[in-house]
């Protein structure tokens, strides 16, 4: 069964730290490209971080630079998002997202349809 299942969501006071995971079945990670997508209350959908196959290039959006972390455990099959100096404005439902042909840079676009898509985990920022 090909899916994804993310996991490590939850409640965080500003500046606080949460590992986002993202278990993938039926792919083979080291083949696709993996990341993460956000969605806030009443805004857009958007590209947050993807981690390519060969040599595992990273991607960031420009608001979580220096912040957050995007990691790949092939053996696993498993991708993670770690998040740092968390800020209100991160509060969102993250999605964990895959495919096995486009790059990186086409993914975070958000215009092509994708692979696959988790469920999402929510992920709420306090002030």
């Known amino acids: 069964q090909v899916r994804l299942v993310e996991s490590g969501g939850g409640l965080v006071q500003a500046g606080g730290s949460l590992t986002l995971s993202c278990d993938a079945s039926?792919?083979?990670?080291?083949?696709?490209?993996i990341g993460w997508f956000r969605q806030a209350p009443g805004k857009e959908r958007e590209g947050v971080s993807c981690?390519?196959?060969?040599?595992?290039?990273?991607h960031y959006h420009e608001s979580v630079k220096g912040r957050f972390t995007i990691s790949r455990d092939n053996a696993k099959n498993t991708v993670y998002l770690q998040m740092n100096n968390l800020k209100p404005e991160d509060t969102a439902i993250y999605y964990c997202v895959l495919d096995q042909v486009l790059p990186c840079t086409n993914v975070l676009q958000g215009i092509s349809e994708l692979d696959a898509w988790g469920q999402g985990t929510q992920v709420t920022v306090s002030s």
């Open positions: 981690i390519g196959t060969g040599d595992g290039m990273t």
């Open positions: 039926g792919f083979t990670l080291r083949y696709s490209a």
